[in-house]
């Protein structure tokens, strides 16, 4: 079973219900393996994974990094070379659209600005100013955020981007104000058949919970498809099944009906 966070476990308080948390680890103990697949870096992410008592693998960075939990071994890791950065930075600067880029689960921004305190609170991590991106850029970034305090201004970004980018970057939206930028070669769905395959457990067998676009390919991919009632129609369309709002415990209510059968 994988499992986003934000918007799916996580409500806009950056808390989980007790429902969805009991419900968790009742699916772990009657044998399920639970697997997070989030945007969130992995330091960000175990806040979460931590009370849910999960020490097996976690999809981070939409699926550019994969890794154990208890050991911390990397069972994958696909980056943005700097030419996708550069071509990610053509297009921000000139417009001074917020920019993060993760190296090493650290970010960095060009200079403290409310949009970088705005993913600071929502990421619960700290960023480094560093000046300039495209000046400062010389390794591989496991992916760039770029945030917007106008949510409404992020669908017109996200489109620009994504045609700029081309085939030279992969752009999704996680949360309101995020537009977020990968390898083109990254997605939740490849990382979680991965996961899948590495376990020996065949994609009929997996059930995939998500509530935004990011979450789309692993939602369609996954046997068992799940969108939350909080998701765009575009994600309910391609799931099997909608469950309840993060806000009703929607992850509960399918771990107890297709799971545990408390429901």
């Known amino acids: 079973m994988a499992i986003d966070l934000d918007g799916t476990l996580v409500n806009d308080r950056l808390e989980m219900d007790p429902r969805d948390v009991a419900a968790v680890k009742a699916a772990t103990a009657a044998g399920v ?5 989030t945007g969130r870096m992995f330091k960000s992410s175990l806040r979460y994974a931590e009370p849910l008592g999960l020490r097996g693998p976690i999809i981070n960075y939409q699926g550019a990094v994969v890794r154990e939990i208890a050991s911390g071994d990397v069972w994958y890791r696909c980056e943005l070379t700097v030419p996708m950065q550069q071509r990610v930075l053509a297009l921000a600067e000139p417009k001074d659209w917020h920019v993060n880029a993760y190296v090493d689960e650290r970010v960095y921004t060009a200079r403290a600005r409310p949009e970088a305190d705005l993913y600071a609170r929502i990421g619960m991590m700290p960023y480094e100013v560093v000046g300039p991106l495209s000046k400062w850029v010389s390794r591989e970034s496991t992916k760039m955020v770029l945030v917007s305090l106008d ?10 981007l994504s045609t700029w980018m081309g085939d030279e970057g992969r752009v999704t939206r996680s949360l309101d104000w995020f537009v977020e930028v990968v390898n083109p070669k990254v997605s939740k769905s490849r990382a979680l058949a991965m996961v899948a395959d590495r376990l020996g457990i065949a994609r009929g ?9 990011n979450d789309q390919d692993m939602v369609s991919w996954a046997g068992f498809g799940v969108a939350m009632g909080n998701a765009p129609e575009a994600l309910k369309a391609v799931a099997k099944h909608v469950t309840g709002s993060v806000g009703e415990a929607g992850v509960a209510q399918v771990i107890e009906r297709f799971v545990i059968g408390n429901d």
Do not use: F, S, T
Request: glycine residues 4%; negative net charge.
């Open 205 to 213: 067998e997996v059930c995939a919970i998500g509530d935004n676009l």
């Open 33 to 37: 393996v639970v697997v997070l697949a």
């Open 151 to 160: 949510p409404a201004d992020v669908p017109a970004r996200m489109a620009e």
